[in-house]
């Protein structure tokens, strides 16, 4: 069974300070995805990044940052520099890559960027 | 924008009541799932179909039904329905990528309210 641990409930940081969302999976798979999304209030799940598991490079895009540790099935996500726009619920997920690719979803980190 | 799309936005049932969300998806993408995502939690895989035949289930009873049409737009039913079926419904249509995962991209829910 696979399972996605977001052991932060809730977040608040004053803007322009970074912050670390921490994701900690668990699956049987050898190979699998994991992907952060972002939910702002409206409700969409906004896509931000897929990881194949065989892929353990970090991965920086503008502002976000991830870190991938098999060796810890950790899939951390860090914002520097935050911005109000930042505040939304970000839940990281796991996917087998065989199948029909069920995603399964943590319970989500709620991000409070304060101005 | 992702360019899939659901209706209604928002939806008020009482117990016992049947209900259809519908969600339509973009050309080509001939893979759909549907979550639920219970106030506060993560979403919770329901079902997903695959060229109009249901592949792949999750822990939910048979109340709960689904359609896909091959105009690429699908229903999620739910019948007999229960105060813990409110929840915000995603539908999510996939389309393959080079390196054979689907990409998934996410519709802005339906918001139900089981009263």
């Known amino acids: 069974a696979q399972k996605v641990t977001q052991a932060q409930t809730e977040i608040s940081v004053v803007e322009k300070e970074d912050v670390t969302l921490d994701c900690v999976y668990e699956?049987?798979?050898?190979?699998?995805?994991l992907f952060w999304y972002k939910q702002p209030p409206s409700g969409e799940l906004v896509f931000l990044i897929r990881?194949?598991?065989?892929?353990?490079q970090n991965e920086i895009s503008g502002r976000y940052s991830w870190n991938f540790q098999k060796s810890t099935s950790s899939f951390n996500f860090t914002i520097t520099a935050s911005q109000v726009v930042d505040s939304a619920v970000y839940f990281c997920a796991l996917s087998e890559a065989g199948g029909y690719q069920k995603v399964t979803f943590g319970t989500g980190t709620k991000l409070q960027v304060i101005p | 924008e992702t360019g899939v799309t659901q209706s209604p936005t928002h939806l008020i049932k009482t117990r016992g009541q049947q209900v259809t969300l519908r969600c339509s998806s973009q050309?080509?993408?001939?893979?759909v799932s549907w979550y639920q995502q219970a106030l506060g939690q993560g979403p919770q895989f329901i079902f997903q179909y695959y060229r109009e035949e249901e592949n792949g289930r999750g822990n939910f009873p048979p109340r709960f039904s689904g359609l896909q049409f091959p105009n690429y737009s699908s229903e999620l039913n739910v019948n007999a329905l229960e105060l813990d079926d409110s929840a915000l419904y995603l539908c999510?249509?996939?389309?393959?990528?080079?390196?054979?995962?689907?990409?998934?991209?996410f519709g802005p829910g339906t918001r139900l309210t089981v009263l």
């Open positions: 999510a249509s996939k389309s393959p990528d080079r390196n054979g995962h689907n990409e998934q991209f």
């Open positions: 990881r194949n598991s065989f892929d353990e």
């Open positions: 050309s080509g993408h001939n893979t």
């Open positions: 699956t049987r798979d050898t190979t699998y995805y």
